[in-house]
């Protein structure tokens, strides 16, 4: 674990902040004053460690139904990520298998004061990317498919969410690659993160959990289509995209519930068809008023992992996938935003990659349920990651 804890604004070279739902207006003015990083190995609960270091750093997260001002001469605020190993440890699940790209640790937390705007970064060299190699081939990736239809014909669970992983070698510095992807329509949490050795890139759209007028707030993804007006009917009318929706919207109302103020948990929106670059998903917002005196730990612990990528139970589910994942999910299906004195706002780290100092990782998946096709289910995978293979490899 390492804790850093300058003395002063100017300890820490200025360099450009482009963290994921950070203030806009404060971007360029942003200056790392602490920061905290963790793994799986070091022991102990990441969700508690990030409540406590924060609110040692000035920002009011032991009690979320209490916002304190942003002001432009105290703490900004801090940009968060929580893996879904983390979120696994953090509630007794099992982690799953070791992470492809170590150098990114399991939770970052940075601390950021306002300060004199960050000069731009110089030329970045030539930038080449080889080729993808994934984890698991085609045929594995389907054999897994029918391994959780059979968990499911058990009763064992309901729904497993199953996540692949590609890596490609590099040449050059990744940032600016990697900031690219903000520009991906649909990318609610575009952005950036860095740290020694790794660089965090997300086009996510789907909100985790937020605070919004003083409500508890997750936008659940499930169910996925070409984006074609063919596409969107398909996904309006299908059955089993919608059963899978739904199935994971009520973990979302009960995840909440754990929360909550009693009696206070509502689906807002169901079954929404928003647009992400070339595909259509559906989408639901599920909102609940916090209970007195929520704190960030608890509420990390109820939400995390995120149960649109994990499944139904939520806790089988992650030994299902845990047994049958190749590799770790590393940078994907965790948590990733911004926690200010006046705002909380945590994306799930989908449509997502990171760099170590030699690789560029990758993941996705889907949701599988008994009515999945294999083939089907190992397309909309790929289709899901295409779009960052192709931005990615751009010069």
């Given amino acids: 674990m390492i804790r850093n804890r300058p003395d002063v604004v ?26 905290l990083q963790w793994r799986v190995g070091d022991g102990g609960d990441p969700t508690d460690l990030a409540q406590r270091f924060l609110t040692a750093h000035g920002l009011p997260v032991d009690d979320l139904t209490r ?8 703490v900004c605020g801090a940009a968060l990520f929580l893996s879904a190993a983390a979120g696994a440890s953090a509630i007794g699940a099992p ?21 004199a705007a960050a000069p731009p970064h110089p030329a970045p060299p030539a930038w080449r990317l080889g080729d993808w190699r994934d984890s698991w081939t085609p045929a594995a990736h389907a054999a897994a498919v029918d391994t ?17 992983h590609a890596a490609a070698h590099y040449t050059g510095d990744p940032r600016p690659a990697l900031a690219r992807l903000a520009a991906l329509p649909g990318a609610r949490y575009g952005g950036t993160l860095t740290g020694p050795g790794w660089t965090l890139g997300c086009a996510s759209p789907e ?9 508890l707030v997750t936008r659940p993804i499930k169910g996925t289509r070409p984006a074609t007006a063919a596409g969107r009917r398909d996904l309006l009318a299908s059955a089993k995209e919608r059963a899978e929706h739904v199935m994971i919207v009520d973990l979302a109302r009960n995840d909440l519930a754990r929360v909550a103020a009693t009696g206070s948990v509502r689906v807002d929106d169901l079954f929404a068809v928003r647009r992400w670059c070339d595909l259509w998903q559906a989408e639901s917002t599920v909102s609940a008023a916090p209970a007195a005196g929520l704190g960030l730990a608890d509420l990390l612990r109820a939400l995390c992992p995120g149960g649109s990528v994990t499944g139904a139970p939520k806790h089988a589910a992650l030994a299902s996938l845990a047994a049958l994942e190749p590799v770790g999910r590393g940078a994907g299906m965790g948590a990733l935003g911004w926690v200010g004195p006046d705002r909380l706002d945590l994306g799930l780290t989908i449509r997502t990659a990171v760099a170590d100092t030699r690789r560029l990782h990758l993941w996705a998946g889907g949701g599988i349920t008994w009515g999945s096709d294999p083939a ?3 397309a909309e995978a790929a289709a899901k990651a295409a779009p960052l293979r192709a931005l990615l490899a751009a010069a």
Avoid: F, K, M, W
């Avoid at 100017?10 to 404060?26: G, K, M, Y």
């Avoid at 909100?207 to 409500?215: D, K, N, P, S």
């Fill in 376 to 378: 089907a289910e190992v």
């Fill in 207 to 215: 909100t985790l959990v937020a605070v919004e007028h003083g409500r």
């Fill in 10 to 35: 100017e300890a820490l070279p200025q360099v450009p902040v482009d963290a994921p739902a950070a203030p806009a207006r404060c971007r360029p003015h942003l200056v790392e004053t602490a920061r």
């Fill in 148 to 164: 959780v239809r059979a968990a499911i014909a058990r009763g064992d669970v309901y729904q497993v969410n199953l996540v692949g």
């Fill in 67 to 74: 916002p304190s001002r942003h002001t432009p001469h105290g």
């Fill in 95 to 115: 982690t799953g298998a070791p992470t492809p790209a170590p150098a990114l640790p399991d939770l970052v937390v940075v601390v950021y004061h306002h300060g």
